[in-house]
């Protein structure tokens, strides 16, 4: 009877019940899981979205911001100036006057220009390399490394100075060394594949990337090839430079364009000392800024975060800030505008966010003129003499005063487009316009 009973239970059961995919039971249990993670990615992408709306951020009464002593550059012999890439607090008289010098080439100018022993140097999409010398106001050297077959096609040529040479590397795989006071080459590779990145040298050693994210060290008395080390080939195209930085103990930090940072000590035991990832799952290609080490710790900028690490590749902190904008740090604060348009102060050693507001309605609530629309966006961001100095895509300096009160101090419209990278060099700025001519502001 009991037999019977159960068996009237389960032919019930089974007549209520269906084992097709929508049912979700058994054969469906995949749909269901499928179903689960939607909805998971759904609220993950809510609380990313609710994660990514900024408020501001007063500074707080008697906050006192401390910042590193403003700097007096001398020479800008490597792009960012210096080994960390940190342009810190610069000295800048800042008295709003430009000069316009000479029209230094006829082909559109490369954006790495340098500046040492009050030269300018500049390469051109021509191949041309030229030195252009800033107290007589004229072109003294010019040399063209390149053969007629290749010279109409446009050369982007990353350099750096090390005492009497100019050595340069291109988007051909060349790399080659040139004494600019004997104009001759001390000598040329092709390493076949076009290199990717900004350069660097430590005790006489160049370390460079090509665009298949591989670190190659070279002799730079001689041009051959020590050490190269194979890391995870791009896989995509994208716009973001290699980058490479070097922090307190000589490391190189290199930053892929997958968004891999490594640490690699490769002058002593040609190891690795770890690696981190910044590329976000959701992200095909990854969108980030260039290394910045100061005081060791590593600040890297992406398309979704900011990260604090510490040399040993231990993350400090993160925050949900995007940013396509070289971050500042001086002291033991970090300037940044994040995608969104806000001006942002952070905490160094917290990550605390101590001040955060849109640019536009900072400067709206400051002039009655409509400048928010007209100036655009924010391409650069400094450091001048304790104020912040930002730079826009329509040429417009923005200078914001930085104390226990932050507004604007001044908003300036310029008769020149910026090209180049910026330099500021014994209390001025100097930079080379889409004219290609050279300016001096101070």
């Not at 709206?364 to 409509?370: N, T, V």
């Not at 304790?386 to 005063?401: H, M, P, R, T």
């Given at each position: 009877?009991?037999?019977?009973?159960?068996?009237?239970?389960?032919?019930?059961?089974?007549?209520?019940?269906?084992?097709?995919?929508?049912?979700?039971?058994?054969?469906?249990?995949?749909?269901?899981?499928?179903?689960?993670?939607?909805?998971?990615?759904?609220?993950?992408?809510?609380?990313?979205?609710?994660?990514?709306?900024?408020?501001?951020?007063?500074?707080?009464?008697?906050?006192?911001?401390?910042?590193?002593?403003?700097?007096?550059?001398?020479?800008?012999?490597?792009?960012?100036?210096?080994?960390?890439?940190?342009?810190?607090?610069?000295?800048?008289?800042?008295?709003?006057?430009?000069?316009?010098?000479?029209?230094?080439?006829?082909?559109?100018?490369?954006?790495?220009?340098?500046?040492?022993?009050?030269?300018?140097?500049?390469?051109?999409?021509?191949?041309?390399?030229?030195?252009?010398?800033?107290?007589?106001?004229?072109?003294?050297?010019?040399?063209?490394?390149?053969?007629?077959?290749?010279?109409?096609?446009?050369?982007?040529?990353?350099?750096?100075?090390?005492?009497?040479?100019?050595?340069?590397?291109?988007?051909?795989?060349?790399?080659?060394?040139?004494?600019?006071?004997?104009?001759?080459i001390e000598w040329a590779k092709n390493f076949l594949i076009p290199f990717r990145s900004n350069l660097k040298i430590i005790n006489g050693i160049i370390f460079i990337s090509d665009e298949k994210n591989k670190v190659i060290l070279i002799d730079s008395k001689n041009?051959?090839?020590?050490?190269?080390?194979?890391?995870?080939?791009?896989?995509?195209?994208?716009?973001?430079?290699?980058?490479?930085?070097?922090?307190?103990?000589?490391?190189?930090?290199?930053?892929?364009?997958?968004?891999?940072?490594?640490?690699?000590?490769?002058?002593?035991?040609?190891?690795?000392?770890?690696?981190?990832?910044?590329?976000?799952?959701?992200?095909?290609?990854?969108?980030?800024?260039?290394?910045?080490?100061?005081?060791?710790?590593?600040?890297?900028?992406?398309?979704?975060?900011?990260?604090?690490?510490?040399?040993?590749?231990?993350?400090?902190?993160?925050?949900?800030?995007?940013?396509?904008?070289?971050?500042?740090?001086?002291?033991?604060?970090?300037?940044?505008?994040?995608?969104?348009?806000?001006?942002?102060?952070?905490?160094?050693?917290?990550?605390?966010?101590?001040?955060?507001?849109?640019?536009?309605?900072?400067?709206?609530?400051?002039?009655?003129?409509?400048?928010?629309?007209?100036?655009?966006?924010?391409?650069?961001?400094?450091?001048?003499?304790?104020?912040?100095?930002?730079?826009?895509?329509?040429?417009?300096?923005?200078?914001?005063?930085?104390?226990?009160?932050?507004?604007?101090?001044?908003?300036?419209?310029?008769?020149?487009?910026?090209?180049?990278?910026?330099?500021?060099?014994?209390?001025?700025?100097?930079?080379?316009?889409?004219?290609?001519?050279?300016?001096?502001?101070?």
């Amino acid at each position: 009877m009991n037999k019977i009973i159960s068996l009237i239970i389960i032919v019930i059961f089974l007549n209520n019940c269906s084992f097709g995919n929508k049912s979700g039971i058994w054969t469906g249990s995949d749909q269901i899981v499928k179903n689960q993670n939607s909805d998971n990615q759904n609220l993950e992408l809510i609380f990313k979205k609710q994660s990514n709306l900024i408020k501001a951020v007063e500074l707080s009464p008697g906050r006192l911001l401390s910042f590193d002593n403003p700097k007096l550059y001398k020479d800008w012999p490597q792009s960012f100036q210096n080994k960390f890439n940190n342009i810190n607090n610069v000295s800048f008289l800042n008295e709003g006057n430009y000069k316009k010098l000479s029209k230094i080439s006829n082909a559109e100018v490369n954006r790495n220009i340098l500046v040492y022993q009050n030269n300018l140097f500049f390469s051109d999409f021509k191949g041309n390399i030229g030195i252009f010398s800033l107290s007589e106001n004229s072109l003294i050297f010019k040399f063209n490394f390149y053969k007629k077959k290749i010279k109409k096609t446009k050369k982007n040529i990353k350099m750096i100075i090390l005492d009497n040479n100019i050595i340069a590397a291109d988007n051909f795989g060349y790399i080659y060394s040139v004494n600019y006071k004997t104009n001759k080459i001390e000598w040329a590779k092709n390493f076949l594949i076009p290199f990717r990145s900004n350069l660097k040298i430590i005790n006489g050693i160049i370390f460079i990337s090509d665009e298949k994210n591989k670190v190659i060290l070279i002799d730079s008395k001689n041009g051959n090839k020590i050490e190269e080390l194979y890391t995870q080939p791009a896989k995509t195209v994208s716009k973001f430079e290699n980058n490479l930085a070097v922090d307190s103990n000589n490391n190189i930090l290199f930053l892929s364009t997958n968004g891999t940072l490594y640490s690699l000590n490769l002058l002593n035991n040609k190891i690795i000392n770890w690696i981190q990832n910044f590329k976000s799952e959701n992200d095909l290609i990854f969108n980030g800024n260039p290394i910045v080490v100061s005081n060791k710790n590593i600040i890297i900028s992406t398309s979704d975060n900011i990260t604090l690490l510490n040399e040993n590749g231990s993350r400090i902190w993160n925050l949900n800030i995007k940013s396509s904008i070289l971050p500042v740090i001086s002291g033991n604060t970090i300037f940044t505008i994040n995608d969104d348009n806000y001006l942002m102060l952070i905490n160094k050693r917290t990550g605390e966010i101590i001040y955060s507001k849109n640019l536009h309605l900072l400067i709206a609530s400051e002039f009655k003129k409509d400048f928010q629309k007209k100036i655009k966006k924010i391409d650069h961001i400094y450091l001048i003499n304790n104020k912040l100095l930002l730079i826009s895509s329509k040429s417009y300096f923005v200078e914001i005063n930085i104390g226990n009160i932050i507004n604007i101090n001044s908003i300036k419209k310029n008769p020149f487009n910026i090209l180049s990278d910026v330099i500021f060099l014994e209390n001025e700025m100097l930079f080379v316009s889409r004219s290609n001519k050279i300016y001096k502001v101070n």
